[in-house]
């Protein structure tokens, strides 16, 4: 079985948080939170490793028709300071937008086309060129495509694109901490208040029991005391819901558009069932 780390990105380096889960027996040794550090990477290079992000990795079907890119893992190369520059006048070339607060999404699709992928549709996620307001995903994406993507050494591949994770040693996934929650928890609650986190507790240890995790004294504490803020418990909640999805593997669909160029978030069924359009 891979190591498993799920990490909780920001562009602010007190907000990236991770949590590892390393394989025992039939289950997992599950250890952190830990602030993520440089060449993060390269502290996951000693044995096959799973690690899963909350950042977008892919692109939106139109938008690459629009702009004429063979995919995602050609593109992604290419991408070059004046791509990430967050603007108010979007474009093919600078699409990531708003930088002021007056920006609409219907001036972003005017440019991008449709700028949610499918598996942003499914979750009610923002578009991935989205930068404005609390629930935008754009800027953590800018960060993590510059500072872990784009300078990944060659060992570390990305799935859905490069394959499926069986045949993947060292592999980056897309991973949505949301899918963690609806995988261990059996409710909805306030995740930013402390006491509700802390009152996630229980639930927490009855998921651990059943699916053999052996959950650290370091965590546990953090986990009894409801975590400082929901940046951990996010990290912590996602690398619980990937035991899971990678002991019962949900793949991506084979479809073009998602192999290609939108790329799918780890654990998330396809309602559609498999395509190759």
Not at 153 to 181: H, N, S, T, V
Request: net charge neutral; glycine share 8%.
């Amino acid at each position: 079985m891979q190591r498993l780390v799920a990490a909780d990105w920001s562009k602010h380096a007190e907000k990236r948080w991770y949590c590892v889960a390393t394989p025992r027996g039939e289950g997992h040794d599950v250890d952190g939170p830990f602030p993520v550090g440089d060449d993060f990477l390269r502290q996951w290079a000693d044995r096959p490793t799973l690690i899963g992000v909350d950042f977008a990795i892919g692109l939106p079907r139109e938008y690459c028709d629009r702009a004429g890119l063979a995919g995602f893992l050609q593109a992604l190369p290419t991408f070059d300071d004046a791509f990430f520059t967050v603007t108010d006048a979007p474009s093919l070339r600078q699409p990531f937008y708003p930088r002021s607060t007056t920006g609409t999404r219907a001036r972003l699709q005017q440019v991008t086309g449709e700028p949610r992928r499918r598996c942003d549709a499914l979750v009610n996620a923002c578009p991935i060129f989205w930068t404005l307001g609390a629930q935008q995903v754009g800027r953590a994406t800018i960060h993590g495509w510059q500072t872990l993507l784009q300078p990944r050494a060659p060992q570390w591949r990305l799935w859905p694109f490069d394959g499926d994770l069986d045949a993947l040693p060292f592999a980056i996934a897309e991973c949505y901490p949301r899918l963690g929650y609806n995988e261990v928890l059996a409710r909805r609650f306030t995740k930013s208040s402390r006491d509700a986190r802390a009152a996630q507790a229980p639930v927490i240890r009855a998921f651990a029991g059943q699916h053999h995790l052996r959950i650290s004294q370091h965590l546990q504490t953090h986990i009894d005391n409801g975590f400082e803020t929901d940046d951990p418990f996010d990290a912590c909640l996602a690398v619980l819901g990937m035991t899971a999805w990678t002991h019962c593997p949900v793949p991506a669909p084979q479809s073009t558009a998602v192999r290609r160029y939108e790329g799918w978030i780890l654990g998330l069924p396809d309602p559609q069932g498999s395509s190759n359009t």
